[in-house]
Nanobody, 116 residues
Framework: QVQLVESGGGLVQAGDSLRLSCAAS????????MGWYRQAPGKERELVAS???????DYADSVKGRFTISRDNAKKTAYLQMSMLAPEDTAVYFC??????????WGKGTQVTVSS
């Protein structure tokens, strides 16, 4: 059974930092592209950052220079280090695992709330 479990969300003030974690089980983690998506109230889910199995990251323009995605294949965990958080970063953050040969897998999400 595949599970993606996010943790690390919370309520912070503008300018603060948070690190999200996504612990995976039931998949060959190292071959999957791991992604962090977010969905704010009334908005569509959007890709924030992704990292390939070969550790090549990619970021949405809105978070470049503020967020860093990383992975630890031995721990089967992906991370999203978020700094200089702003109220517009408030959303539920979801972890995603993607590989061409299987379906997408999703976590249940973790809430990040940034107060001004």
């Amino acid at each position: 059974q595949v599970q993606l479990v996010e943790s690390g969300g919370g309520l912070v003030q503008a300018g603060d930092s948070l690190r999200l974690s996504c612990a995976a089980s039931g998949i060959s983690f190292s071959v999957y592209r791991m992604g962090w998506y977010r969905q704010a109230p009334g908005k569509e889910r959007e890709l924030v950052a992704s990292i390939t199995g070969g550790n090549v990251p990619d970021y949405a323009d809105s978070v470049k220079g503020r967020f860093t995605i990383s992975r630890d294949n031995a721990k089967k965990t992906a991370y999203l280090q978020m700094s200089m958080l702003a109220p517009e970063d408030t959303a539920v953050y979801f972890c995603n695992a993607y590989w061409t040969y299987t379906k997408d897998y999703w976590g249940k999400g973790t809430q990040v709330t940034v107060s001004s």
